[in-house]
């Protein structure tokens, strides 16, 4: 019957695109599904980890800004998966003077280390700001979205203070963080 095309048809369109992942909002995650999504997310997706604790209000502020990010467009340029670990769940122990933290991951290699995001941004941070750090340190396109975009002027890739490459402070986080990279 004609009906019961169209409803094979609905059902193949749906899974399909449930095939492609939509990262349109920030994932909660335990310890195992951090490493999990450092070794599964897929090549070329950058993946944004904030490890946080609630009752630091500069972390309530990224996780806000990263659910906004999460569900805004400008994802457009590149695949970005958000995730969020509170950090006493991954390690009892952590010093929360390096909270918020951002670990960027490309491939399942860590690829960029905030501890805190805090130094790299200003003091009264918005979503722009958070977006523009990733853009400059990560290379999610070579032109910046929203105001940069509405001036025509490109932005610079670079990282922070000129450097692409990795960068922590925080000797307890990069021992957690080898936990998990193999």
């Known amino acids: 019957s004609a009906s019961a095309s169209a409803s094979a048809s609905a059902s193949a369109t749906a899974a399909s695109s449930s095939a492609i992942p939509d990262y349109s909002e920030v994932e909660e995650v335990t310890p195992i599904q ?5 070794d599964e997310t897929a ?6 980890v904030h490890l946080y604790e ?10 806000d800004h990263l659910d906004a990010l999460a569900r ?7 695949k970005v998966r958000f995730l969020r670990l509170r950090a006493t769940e991954a390690k009892s122990n952590l010093d929360l003077v390096g909270l918020p933290s951002l670990l960027v ?12 995001v805090t130094q790299h941004l200003p003091p009264r941070f918005t979503a ?13 396109a070579s032109v910046a979205v929203s105001a940069h975009a509405r001036s025509g002027r490109p932005t610079e890739r670079s990282g922070i203070n000129g450097s692409d490459s990795y960068d922590s402070d925080d000797a307890e986080l990069d021992e957690y963080c080898a936990d998990f990279e193999g």
């Open 34 to 38: 951090y490493a999990e999504a450092v």
């Open 43 to 48: 090549p070329g997706t950058l993946l944004v």
């Open 54 to 63: 609630p009752h630091i209000p500069a972390c309530d502020d990224v996780n």
């Open 72 to 78: 805004s467009s400008w994802k457009g340029l590149g």
């Open 105 to 116: 991951y490309r491939d399942g290699q860590l690829v960029q280390n905030w501890t805190p």
């Open 128 to 140: 722009e700001d958070v977006l523009t750090l990733l853009v400059q340190s990560c290379g999610l």
